[in-house]
């Protein structure tokens, strides 16, 4: 008899799907508040502590922040940012992590543990930041690109991935004349697609959420991604809550356009999970068997 079958299976199952649930629910309710708050008037907001349906449909708020050239500006820098990121991590990472997972490479030790000594010990805020400011990067895009061009954590899984694969194929392409070029990117790398789009999608979303660089390395506000502006947006409301002389002088911040501004700078991303979905399951738990 099946474990499904039993009456304690069936239980267990019932109690199962009841805290998933609440779980999700508990994780669903805050983001459906800011979503429906941010399509609430404003006369709504301020009589109601809570809303999960508006009843008074306004697009006000997002009239407001589209209005603004710098949302606009940072949604597209944001989109850059994650775009070109995501595709110099995947190939920094593919690229170091193929010759690493070949066993007749010299030196394939040390060059493990200097990888594995990165994700232990780092140099710290201060050193990192006068590297990048003696490579000439404050100020550009490439200081939020290339010091996190690859994640050891997702190089050591993809690495293990490719030395799961069977060397016969390897050595079939190397009688066609293929060298390792021209394996890595004409034959493992479209074999190994569930684990390609699991690290794309790790990447995006770090890149998409990337907020402490961004403040550190960029000065001009045309270059600022979502996430520092979002932040400012939500500290110059409260300057403003606290201090009623300044409130009076400055225009009004609406609760309805911060939560606005976190719903176009949150929706984009969550947008990616359903084309990723069918992959996602699978190759997360790739390379993660043999080290």
Not at 147 to 168: D, H, R, Y
Request: net charge neutral; aromatic share 12%; with cysteine.
């Amino acid at each position: 008899m099946k474990h499904h079958d039993t009456v304690a299976g069936r239980l267990f199952d019932y109690l199962n799907i009841a805290v998933l649930s609440l779980f999700a629910l508990a994780t669903t309710v805050p983001f459906v508040h800011i979503v429906a708050t941010s399509f609430a008037s404003e006369r709504e907001v301020l009589s109601k502590d809570f809303i999960l349906f508006p009843t008074e449909f306004s697009l006000d708020a997002y009239r407001t922040i589209f209005a603004n050239d710098r949302m606009l500006t940072s949604l597209f820098v944001t989109i850059f940012i994650t775009l070109a990121g995501t595709s110099i991590n995947i190939v920094a990472t593919s690229i170091m992590a193929y010759p690493l997972s070949r066993k007749d490479l010299i030196g394939r030790k040390p060059l493990m543990m200097m990888v594995l000594f990165t994700m232990l010990f780092g140099g710290g805020m201060i050193p990192t930041f006068l590297l990048v400011k003696a490579l000439g990067l404050l100020n550009s895009y490439w200081s939020l690109l290339l010091p996190g061009a690859i994640s050891v954590f997702n190089l050591i899984l993809l690495k293990n991935f490719f030395q799961q694969m069977p060397e016969g194929l390897e050595e079939s392409a190397k009688i066609d004349g293929a060298n390792d070029l021209v394996i890595l990117f004409r034959l493992v790398l479209p074999l190994s697609l569930p684990a390609i789009a699991t690290f794309s999608l790790f990447y995006a979303v770090g890149h998409w959420n990337t907020f402490m660089p961004a403040v550190l390395y960029i000065n001009d506000a045309a270059k600022w991604p979502i996430q520092v502006l979002l932040r400012n947006i939500v500290m110059l409301s409260q300057s403003w809550l606290d201090n009623p002389e300044a409130a009076a002088e400055q225009a009004s911040m609406t609760e309805t356009v911060k939560m606005a501004v976190i719903t176009v700078a949150t929706v984009p991303i969550l947008c990616v999970y359903p084309f990723l979905q069918k992959h996602f399951a699978k190759g997360v738990m790739l390379g993660s068997v043999k080290g």
